[in-house]
């Protein structure tokens, strides 16, 4: 706008009424569906002992740790900007805030901490397609604990979780993996030296991105990329981790270990690992988390144990869990697909350290609001037409306080109802207002009827059924309109509102 | 943190564990019990037909008016940054955004559009104590009806809000007035120009102001500022409006027009306005909103008509309206005070215009959540102490599967309950944790009890009693504690429950 600035045509020039860009509104039921939503959540996370915090949406961009030393503005990907010359930040995940207050209130909160939050995070990210730079996460995390029983409770929570929320077993899978059986696999391969873990950094890079894309890639392009190198079908090539064939042999296996129940799994991984003591200690801790699941009663039908799961973020440190819906749902363009992730997590151990040199155990989960939204859709468990309020219209705008006595009468009775609120004039506008909230009744008393002491009930769904299907005879016979004594206005309303 | 660049100890220096200046974090209950109320707030709006709309926290700029033509940076009180170009900013009311809206989707919405919206905002202000630059909002509106009614209808929602969150009748009252009268009372007073309403500006936002202190500056000093001016304790001149003593007379007249019924305040503002036009417009608008809210059972004990309300926002076009709780509490000195507002609001009929070009009626309240908040603590109707959940301890680190299965069955059973997830080395500290939870109950099974098939169970709460009140006696008979057959696990916890 600054460019605009001295000309002529800028005091008048109105506002856009426009959203900025990859922001959005959200309306009516699509609030209300995600509030319920996030309620059952946090009723599963209270069971389970986690107490809910509320973090404000701003946070100094140094607590953030988005403030590259290079640059003069913080790093791409938050919205950030200068105050009285501090910069301050929106808080683009729900971690980096819990590790502020971990740090912050050490010394009042109880150790472990257990602790949900849930709420909207921002991304200055390139928007796209279903992809918004405000969006909700819901998070519960244990900070303090060292025992992979923390993690063990997450993957149970987890899974509870889904099942409240109407995703039946059998729909859904959590897997758990663990950091450390990687990092055993990459020494054996030879990308891991335990006397200088920050040799090979790239090699394990490209190991790690290599495995995440199994599902793309298949199994030849995966080699490749673990090898010399992959070209793809445009022709570009990317350069490989350079693995030998044994090594490679090593890594393709890790990937394949997935047994049928989590002790063989478990059996194959240490073969795989062999001598590698980081290896060996994450076998150790996937051991002990299944044996934890097995006695709160959680088999390997809702928690397994799965060593294709990798997780991308470089923070985790221990156990990684993802869970993932399994039930098909169609594509844009109308082929059959698995819906996927819709939750993930793990062990990060050192975030908290930034803030005070201490390592502070963690573990936690985040789950994808909007896309388990957009799954519970897809199974059609939520997004039914919304019943809207019952609508007492107005025939006489003189006789105004009559419809609000109606209108009292029936929210007392705790009917959702509300009096027709614009010009009254023309009848047909309040009938079409009526549709557009989606009213199940209208109620109507005209002079006429108020002489007689009576008022119309219009049935608006029955109505809407008729005007489409109906013959002229049942059309004429209005079997969806009806009179009643004033008296009995509420029971009538009722009588309506309990067909649908 | 720019001028650190380059300094050697940047690299190495800890960031600080600190919210930014005014923001703080909402710990358990306060984040409960805030989520309590606005769930019940939007029960009652529903109830009265409104919609929920969540807009995201950000706007351009543009959309929220906030950018001065004379300057490159938006306007104090609003956090802004520049977006590739677009100046972006957090919302400092949720009015604003309902204005874009409304603009923004106005041929989808219907028509008049209820809406209530429930979040965060922000404003760039210097914080002080109670006063932070995040905090929460409530609003309903009604955009597209012009009726007086959807005033009406706005004041007696209220005072069902309130009396559902737990204030009786008779603690609270929704005062009513209208601009509309005050600019009457302004003609009469020689400080409105019905032909110019640009003249006389200065003089009435002096009168406004003086309205606004009576409670502060008595009779008296308002009638020193309506006229040549008033010098305050320190000596300090405030100019006055310059009002002769007749004029000031009509001005202090109507605000102390409050009659014991509606109708007669009506009567009394009707001789007050005298010929003004636009004032005798603003009495018939009060006289219809008191007929509309006696037909619906909203009597002069809930909603009543009082010249003296104000509402500071230059942007109110017609009835304003104002919700206060009327008991005392006692003040940071111990001195006993009226509790005071908790929501406002008014008819606003100009905000869309800025985008549209058209006038849009529109009438809202906003309630001041954490003002509310505050009274009902106050009053003692939240904020007890919050049970803790039931805390299986560890008291072998190699039975924690057999904990596990403890904590499931309790959790199976509804009742919130973990597992101790510190290092359980220390007993004692165990039981500390307990405490900081505030635990009800705590779950022991060593390896006697469990050799015996038996678990121990230690009502928490019971002994911190004992532990304070009892004498040795009793302290060695330890009621607080019982054995019971481990079968019977969820039995006895439910029966020490039972208890709070």
Redesign the interface.
């Known amino acids: 706008?600054?460019k605009d600035?001295g000309s002529q045509t800028?005091?008048t020039r109105?506002?856009?009424?426009?959203?900025?860009?990859g922001?959005?509104?959200?309306?009516?039921a699509?609030?209300?569906e995600r509030?319920t939503m996030l309620d059952r959540i946090a009723e599963v996370y209270?069971?389970?002992?986690f107490?809910?915090?509320?973090?404000?949406?701003?946070?100094?961009?140094?607590?953030l740790?988005k403030?590259l030393?290079d640059v003069?503005r913080p790093n791409d990907g938050v919205?950030?900007?200068q105050?009285e010359g501090?910069?301050?930040a929106?808080r683009y995940d729900m971690t980096a805030p819990l590790a502020?207050?971990a740090?912050?209130?050490r010394n009042d909160l109880?150790?472990?901490y257990?602790r949900y939050a849930m709420g909207?995070v921002?991304r200055?990210e390139k928007p796209g397609p279903g992809r918004f730079?405000?969006f909700y996460q819901c998070d519960a995390d244990?900070v303090?604990?060292?025992?992979v029983?923390?993690d063990?409770?997450i993957c149970?929570m987890l899974s509870?979780t889904l099942e409240t929320l109407g995703i039946p077993r059998g729909d859904y899978v959590v897997r758990v993996n663990d950091r450390k059986v990687l990092n055993g696999v990459m020494e054996v391969a030879g990308v891991l030296d335990p006397a200088d873990p920050d040799r090979f950094a790239s090699e394990r890079g490209i190991v790690l991105r290599a495995i995440d894309k199994i599902d793309r890639l298949g199994e030849a392009g995966v080699r490749a990329l673990l090898g010399e190198g992959r070209r793809d079908e445009s022709g570009d090539f990317t350069k490989g981790a350079g693995l030998g064939s044994e090594q490679a042999d090593a890594v393709m296996g890790f990937m394949a270990a997935r047994r049928d129940s989590g002790a063989a799994t478990v059996a194959r991984l240490r073969e795989l690992v062999g001598a590698s003591a980081i290896g060996l200690e994450g076998v150790g801790e996937l051991e002990q988390i299944a044996?934890?699941l097995?006695?709160?009663?959680y088999g390997a039908d809702r928690v397994m144990i799965d060593p294709a799961v990798v997780r991308g973020l470089g923070y985790y440190t221990g156990p990684v869990f993802e869970a993932e819906l399994t039930f098909e749902i169609l594509d844009e363009k109308g082929r059959p697909r698995q819906f996927g992730s819709v939750a993930g997590g793990g062990r990060y151990d050192d975030l908290v350290k930034?803030?005070?040199?201490q390592t502070v155990p963690a573990t936690g989960v985040s789950i994808g609001v909007d896309r388990l939204l957009a799954a519970l859709r897809a199974k059609g468990r939520i997004g039914g037409e919304t019943v809207g309020?019952v609508i007492v219209t107005v025939m006489d705008r003189e006789r105004?306080?009559?419809c609000?006595?109606m209108?009292?009468e029936l929210?007392n009775a705790?009917?959702?109802?509300?009096?027709y609120?614009?010009?009254p004039k023309n009848f047909g506008n309040q009938l079409k207002?009526a549709d557009?909230?989606n009213s199940p009744v209208a109620v109507i008393q005209g002079s006429d009827e108020r002489a007689r002491g009576v008022v119309q009930l219009k049935d608006l769904y029955l109505g809407a059924k008729i005007a489409a299907e109906a013959s002229l005879e049942e059309w004429k016979s209005q079997p969806a309109q009806i009179e009643l004594p004033r008296g009995d206005l509420v029971q009538g309303v009722r009588g309506i509102l309990g067909r649908y």
């Open positions: 706008m600054a600035k800028k005091a109105r506002p856009k009424a426009e959203n900025p860009r922001f959005r509104d959200y309306f009516g699509e609030v209300t509030k209270h069971l389970f002992g107490d809910p915090l509320e973090t404000p949406a701003v946070e100094t961009v140094e607590a740790g403030f030393p003069d919205f950030a900007w105050d501090d910069w301050l929106l502020r207050v740090a912050q209130f109880p150790s472990p257990r909207p921002w200055n730079r405000q244990t303090g604990s060292a025992s029983a923390a063990a409770e149970a509870d044996e934890l097995d006695a709160q009663g930034r803030f005070t040199g309020p105004l306080a009559d609000q006595t209108v009292a929210r705790g009917i959702r109802a509300e009096v609120l614009g010009n207002y557009k909230r």
